[in-house]
């Protein structure tokens, strides 16, 4: 089971969704393979060097794409990720674009978050604690910026800001849907991002999504209904300038940390201590730790 690291072995992890399985360039590879108190991640960590930043690699759907988002363990993945010494997340993953202006292999940084999915598990905590954490701005500024920057400095089209509708899959939207949606005015829809947002707010890790347009989804007029064929005509082009953009990044936020993002947790565990069986609190200690004041009559 996965324990607190004495020493970091990663600085960043980065989350692939669909098309983005493994980086080019990561050196010193080595798979680490984690099972967490929530169970197995998606797959083995693959832990190496890019640019001379350590990095944590994860699979999203796990290499050859064998989950669908909803039967991905989202709270194993972060985790896992944190487990190994990881501050910042940043996740990549294609998305259905919602606005004329965000074309099929475009660059989205979403900023907003809405959470439509229905079945997966959202938080870390239960099991006689709770714990409710600030969810207004769910993207870490400081990656965010460094996404953008890198975006701009390698020609992209980047939208800066948006709103991501997460829905619970794997089908896809109806045209109903699909135009309620637009009428929200979203920006983009996708399957994974949420719980992920959450749950690395829990974590106090950083987080912040490059978004990678494919397609319409079904409510333009003139453009065919999504579907597969047509996502993987654009996913290949948009996985290879996801890999630019976090070369880019790397550097720019590998020693800033001007956020509140680690501080997540400092008043949102609302729990009175003693009282927290201590079953849950050695299954969150790597969360809550240096939190939590040692008692003597915990449960």
Known sequence: MARKSETVTAEIGIIGGSGLYEM????QVREKRITTPFGRPSDALLLGTLDGVRIAF???????HRLSPSEINYRANIYALKSVGVSRIISVSAVGSM???????????????IDLTKQRASTFFQDGIVAHVAMGDPVCPT????????SRAIGATVHEGGTYVCMEGPQFSTRGESLL???????????????????????ELCYATLALATDYDCWHESEDSVSVEMILA??????????????????????????????????????SPHI??????????????RHMPSTKGDR
């Open 24 to 27: 080019e360039g990561l050196q």
């Open 234 to 271: 654009t996913l290949h082009k948009n996985v290879e300038l996801a890999k630019r953009v976090i070369r880019g990044v790397l550097p720019i936020v590998r020693d800033v940390r001007e956020c509140q993002c680690a501080d997540a947790l400092k008043y949102a565990i609302v729990t």
């Open 99 to 113: 606005k004329e202006i965000v074309k099929p292999g475009h660059l989205l940084l979403p900023d907003q978050f």
């Open 143 to 150: 990656v965010f910026r460094a996404l953008a920057r890198s």
């Open 58 to 64: 994860l699979a999203r759907h796990g290499r050859g």
């Open 276 to 289: 927290i069986p201590r079953s849950t609190r050695q299954k969150l200690d790597l969360l809550i730790g």
């Open 181 to 203: 949606y637009r009428q929200w005015g979203v920006d983009v829809i996708g399957m994974t991002n949420m719980p992920e947002a959450k749950l690395a707010r829990e974590a």
